[in-house]
Structure formats: structure tokens, C-alpha cells
Nanobody, 122 residues
Framework: VQLQASGGGLVQAGGSLRLSCAAS????????TGWFRQVSEKEREFVAG????????YHAASVKGRFTISRDNAENSVYLQMNTLKPEDTAVYYC????????????????WGQGTLVTVSS
């Protein structure tokens, strides 16, 4: 499956962005999907994940209550709604997919999008 992330940009603190991840190739609806972020050479950090059917979702403590992951299998897409953004949310955001259950470990994901940069100014 091929993934294409989009929606990043520059936003002021307190603002909102919606990231999208469009999938093509294999049946996307059978894959769990996650959003990760990475700052420079630091380790890739789990942000949110959602099960293949959208019935289960998970959010990192640092974004819980501000970010919401969702998916639309009819559109082969996954979204990350980001509200009340903070400067520390600045990172390159990646979407990823894997067969099986949602996992917070980046190495468990096989398919990755190219990343989209989110910059939050103070």
C-alpha cells in the first residue's frame, strides 16, 4: 500500500490543522493506521493510531484531548485533526499502516508516507 500525507503547514500556537493520509494499492480497509512525528534526529514518536475498522483509536498522552484520529475507508483516507496546537507539536508528521492491531512502535509498521511538516509558532 502507498501512503501520501498532506495538510502540514505553518500555524500560530492555539491554531488548528487537519492532516490527511491518502492510501492506494492494496485494500486499505484491512490495515491499522498510525500517525507518528519526528523532530530532527530524535526517535519517531507515536501520536495516534486507529484500527482497521475505525472502532478503536489511541492517542499519546501529549496530544490527548487536542488531536483526534479518524478514517474513512470508503475514501481510503486517514485524518489527524489537530487543535490547540503548541510549539512543541512542531515536527514532521508521518502516517503509517500495518496489518494487524494498532501498535505504538514505529518498527511494527511496514508502510510509510513521505511526511508532512507542521510548524507551530509561538
Amino acid at each position: 500500500v502507498q501512503l501520501q500525507a498532506s495538510g502540514g503547514g505553518l500555524v500560530q500556537a492555539g491554531g488548528s490543522l487537519r492532516l490527511s493520509c491518502a492510501a492506494s494499492g492494496r485494500t486499505f480497509s484491512s490495515y491499522s493506521t498510525g500517525w507518528f512525528r519526528q523532530v530532527s534526529e530524535k526517535e519517531r514518536e507515536f501520536v495516534a493510531g486507529i484500527s482497521w475498522d475505525g472502532r478503536s483509536s489511541y492517542h499519546a498522552a501529549s496530544v490527548k484531548g487536542r488531536f483526534t484520529i479518524s478514517r474513512d475507508n470508503a475514501e481510503n483516507s486517514v485524518y489527524l485533526q489537530m487543535n490547540t496546537l503548541k510549539p512543541e507539536d512542531t515536527a514532521v508528521y508521518y502516517c503509517a499502516a500495518r496489518e494487524g492491531r494498532v501498535d505504538a512502535t514505529p518498527t511494527m509498521f511496514v508502510y510509510w508516507g513521505q511526511g508532512t511538516l507542521v510548524t507551530v509558532s509561538s
